[in-house]
């Protein structure tokens, strides 16, 4: 398994998750608690534990190519191989929360477009979990207290209902780049609670899938592990 569980092993087994990645093919993580915790920066909304995959090719891009847009000014999300992609459920459980209105923005890679866009993360904050989140799904996880939700989905792509009952690897949304996203990416959690104002975060390993690191051409296989910070991975 290497290092990538290192930062939880003092971690009580029975407050984490295990399921399966939520995405088929070779995806980039971004962040990961593999590398810190938290692992976006803050505990709010329950981000904690949260990963961030996108979708690469071959020469780990994760669009075709850049051009004066991606330099100076935003992006069709259309633009990047995540973009409308098939989003699995890593777990069963039943579907309890879920919003599927809000417009998937333009990209931006751009320091030029970043850097203003950082600057409204509280006005983005007070607006609501919406406006973090975008779309979103959350499953209350069988047999456990505990949710799993994911977020920044594709406008219209959700394919379940409140009170629903899924299994793991239902195809149950496509990503998107809703919310607080500057590129579409899947954003996934496991959490305490339903509620994004009052959850804290939960580690969420991942079964049996392989791995490439940075300049590795053969893929290791990790189990029941976080994936490693910006190493490639793709299900078993």
């Not at 971690?11 to 295990?18: A, C, L, R």
């Not at 047999?143 to 209902?161: E, F, K, P």
């Not at 409140?162 to 990503?175: D, F, P, Q, R, Y």
């Amino acid at each position: 398994m290497g290092n990538n569980k290192n930062l939880s092993d003092s971690i009580n087994s029975s407050s984490s998750i295990t399921g399966a990645l939520p995405f088929k093919g070779r995806w980039m993580v971004s962040s990961t608690p593999a590398k810190k915790i938290p692992s976006h920066g803050t505990d709010m909304f329950g981000v904690g534990y949260a990963i961030d995959f996108m979708a690469v090719d071959e020469k780990n891009r994760t669009s075709p190519d850049w051009n004066w847009k991606s330099l100076f000014g935003t992006e069709s999300p259309e633009r990047f191989y995540s973009f409308g992609k098939p989003v699995y459920s890593p777990v069963s459980g039943k579907v309890v929360s879920i919003n599927n209105k809000e417009e998937d923005h333009e990209a931006r890679r751009s320091l030029l477009t970043l850097v203003p866009y950082a600057a409204k993360q509280g006005e983005r904050i007070r607006k609501g979990a919406e406006a973090i989140a975008g779309n979103y799904i959350i499953i209350s996880v069988e047999d456990t207290d505990m949710y799993i939700a994911i977020v920044h989905l594709q406008l219209n792509s959700l394919r379940v209902d409140v009170g629903e009952n899924i299994s793991k690897g239902k195809h149950i949304a496509n990503c998107g780049n809703s919310g607080n996203s500057t590129q579409p990416h899947i954003h996934i959690q496991a959490m305490s609670s339903s509620d994004f104002y009052n959850t804290k975060g939960i580690p969420l390993y991942f079964e049996d899938f392989y791995q490439w690191r940075l300049n590795e051409k053969k893929p290791s296989i990790i189990e029941n592990a976080f994936p490693g910070a910006n190493s490639v991975v793709s299900p078993k």
